[in-house]
């Protein structure tokens, strides 16, 4: 772990590729391949979905370029390997600009929206980073995923230490240098 007053490489190094990918889901594959976990499977785990929650907020909607009534649907969702919760997601996002069978899938099922949106070639523009050392969230993104230069979707991530000290393991279980979720 690196001193209280400096930032953890390995952060900086996630954040990097979190800013420079196209999907949280996409680079969190990666990062989990790259730490030996083979064939790693992320599921979206629901905390909460609706359309209230994002329909009223303007800033929302002006960014997304969302017309009056064009709904914004709102994804709550932990993404998790196994039974590891790697990230914690808001996506606030058009349906209405997705193939009806995307939509159908992000209402529908466990599959994690950037894995849905894949096909489109999705291109991510970050808006802010926020990094808080020693915090159960350390890392913190909000992004705008775009595909053919529209919005698709606004993001808020939140990324768990636990990626910073992953090892090879069974999957949901931690290695031996990271210890059980409380």
């Given amino acids: 772990m690196a001193p209280p007053n400096r930032i953890d490489p390995t952060l900086l190094?996630?954040?990097?590729?979190?800013?420079?990918?196209?999907?949280?889901?996409?680079?969190?594959?990666r990062w989990?391949?790259?730490?030996?976990?083979?064939?790693?499977?992320?599921v979206a785990r629901r905390l909460a979905a609706g359309a209230a929650s994002?329909?009223?907020?303007?800033?929302?909607?002006?960014?997304?370029?969302?017309?009056?009534?064009?709904?914004?649907?709102?994804?709550h969702v932990a993404l998790c390997w196994g039974d590891m919760v790697?990230?914690?997601?808001?996506?606030?996002y058009l349906p209405g600009r997705?193939?009806?069978?995307?939509?159908?899938?992000?209402?529908?099922?466990d599959l994690p929206f950037g894995a849905v949106v894949a096909p489109l070639g999705p291109v991510r523009e970050?808006?802010?980073t926020e990094i808080f050392p020693g915090d159960a969230a350390p890392l913190r993104l909000h992004a705008l995923l775009r595909a053919g230069g529209r919005p698709l979707a606004e993001?808020?991530?939140?990324?768990?230490?636990?990626?910073?000290?992953?090892?090879?393991?069974?999957?949901?279980?931690?290695?031996?240098?990271?210890?059980?979720?409380?």
């Fill in 155 to 182: 993001v808020r991530e939140r990324f768990g230490e636990r990626l910073l000290r992953l090892s090879p393991a069974a999957p949901g279980r931690p290695g031996p240098d990271v210890p059980e979720a409380r």
């Fill in 32 to 42: 989990l391949a790259d730490h030996g976990i083979i064939a790693p499977t992320i």
């Fill in 126 to 128: 970050t808006l802010a």
């Fill in 54 to 75: 994002a329909a009223g907020d303007e800033d929302v909607r002006a960014r997304l370029g969302a017309g009056p009534e064009e709904p914004v649907l709102h994804r």
């Fill in 13 to 29: 190094a996630l954040r990097d590729r979190l800013v420079s990918g196209a999907t949280a889901t996409s680079v969190l594959g």
């Fill in 86 to 92: 790697l990230a914690e997601a808001d996506n606030f």
């Fill in 98 to 109: 997705l193939p009806a069978a995307m939509a159908e899938l992000l209402l529908g099922s």
